[in-house]
């Protein structure tokens, strides 16, 4: 799907177009093959710098090729996964290409976001600001949610920790988008001329990015020692029980015994006498009184 917006200084608000103008945003959302011939034929664009933005598997990178420059990205879709997202920056437009819609272009369609589709770079760094936010709070709202569940990881059931692993699987994703970005970033700055002010926004994104990156890989250390602490209290826990379930074994083995050695058929010592039963029972707990001491000087309960 292809549609047109179009907001200079001069309009109050974000305007959808019939047809492309000059000075306008192209919005793409998976387009099929004709809308990717029409988009090359229509625009002069690169057709495989097209395709790359439709592949999740795309890392940020930077392309400049017949005086466009293709800005690949990461985006947030409204499930919180990770979707490719292409910029292209031309002389008399802007385009942006995703496989599904995404929070930023939503966000930019209602009017939470204000871009001036005139002033390219300017909504190129305000897109790119936005993104960078998006995976701020996720990052937040991941951090908060591991360190709730550190404070009681002797409380921790197996869906917390099906929970983390999964935070874990979206800390590494993200760890992994934001070494990429930071590349991106500095390339930008090497390859676009800027204007001074927008170079120190990128900049702050930079410095942005770095923090968020290392809060992070922070996370997924914690995440993988409470997940170590986890497997030693789950082994704690089993040995507890193995030990519990062996002495109970062998408390009821002694009796067992001793019981049926007296119910052979043959003759015994005492079988006689009225006390024996006594006997037995005497026997048996004088033998556990003995182990129990045994286990007590052994430091095993």
């Not at 439709?54 to 800005?71: C, Q, S, T, V």
């Not at 001074?196 to 995440?223: P, R």
Request: proline share 2%.
């Amino acid at each position: 799907m292809i549609t047109y917006y179009k907001r200079t200084v001069k309009d109050e608000i974000l305007l959808k177009l019939a047809e492309y103008k000059i000075g306008c945003w192209i919005n793409v959302i998976n387009p099929d093959s004709k809308e990717i011939d029409y988009l090359v034929k229509k625009f002069e664009l690169d057709k495989q710098n097209l395709i790359a933005g439709l592949d999740e598997n795309e890392m940020p990178r930077i392309e400049i090729a017949e005086k466009k420059i293709y800005i690949f990205v990461k985006g947030l879709s409204p499930e919180n996964e990770l979707k490719t997202f292409l910029i292209v920056i031309s002389k008399d437009f802007i385009l942006t290409l995703s496989k599904e819609k995404l929070k930023v272009i939503e966000k930019i369609i209602n009017g939470e976001i204000t871009i001036y589709t005139t002033q390219k770079l300017k909504s190129l760094i305000k897109i790119l600001s936005h993104l960078n936010k998006e995976f701020e709070n996720a990052t937040l709202k991941i951090v908060k949610e591991v360190r709730s569940r550190r404070k009681k990881i002797r409380e921790l059931r197996e869906s917390d920790v099906n929970l983390l692993l999964e935070y874990e699987e979206t800390l590494n994703n993200f760890v992994h988008y934001f070494y990429h970005i930071l590349i991106l970033y500095n390339r930008m700055l090497k390859r676009i001329k800027f204007y001074e002010e927008d170079k120190e926004i990128i900049e702050d994104l930079i410095i942005e990015a770095n923090e968020e990156f290392n809060l992070c890989k922070s996370s997924l250390k914690t995440i993988s020692n409470i997940r170590n602490h986890y497997m030693i209290l789950l082994s704690n826990k089993l040995n507890r029980v193995i030990t519990i379930l062996t002495l109970v074994t062998i408390f009821i083995s002694i009796p067992a015994a001793i019981s049926g050695i007296y119910g052979m058929n043959i003759k015994l010592p005492l079988q006689n006498n009225p006390f024996a039963f006594y006997y037995i029972i005497f026997l048996n707990i004088l033998i556990w009184i003995g182990f129990v001491a045994y286990l007590i000087k052994k430091k095993i309960i």
